[in-house]
């Protein structure tokens, strides 16, 4: 089961899909949680069900390109932006990966 966090998304599976959410985050950068009958549970909304990682994952860094405070108004800095977007993927997904090794070699 994926349970991957990239800055303020959230990339989660289930038997047939990965579901790719934006999570609300607080001002230290930690995702806000509601309390419910049940338990907290994170303030999130889904982007998106895709059938690959993938997928998931070229969502994020569409959604990422399209959000954001800085204004692109030429090739340049599209593309500085675009290498910025993909350094976070390849970086979080790095994590995830070292974070499951930990997993594996504790079981």
């Given amino acids: 089961m994926i349970d991957m966090r990239i800055g303020e998304y959230h990339i989660t ?4 899909n990965y579901i790719v959410s934006l ?5 230290d ?3 806000k949680t ?15 069900y895709y059938n690959s990682m993938p997928l998931a994952l070229q969502a994020v860094a569409k959604d990422m390109m399209i959000r954001g405070d800085e ?16 350094v976070a993927l390849n970086h979080a997904v ?3 990966g070292r ?3 930990k997993q594996a ?3």
Avoid: C
Avoid at 13 to 16: F, I, K
Avoid at 23 to 27: C, G, Q, R
């Fill in 13 to 16: 599976s289930e038997s047939r």
């Fill in 23 to 27: 999570a609300k985050l607080n001002d």
């Fill in 29 to 31: 950068g930690t995702p």
């Fill in 34 to 48: 509601v309390m419910t009958k049940t338990g907290n549970t994170f303030t999130e909304r889904i982007l998106g």
């Fill in 71 to 86: 204004r692109v108004t030429s090739v340049e800095q599209y593309v500085q932006k675009a290498k910025s977007v993909d």
């Fill in 94 to 96: 790095y994590e995830h």
């Fill in 99 to 101: 974070e499951l090794e």
């Fill in 105 to 107: 070699d504790e079981e």
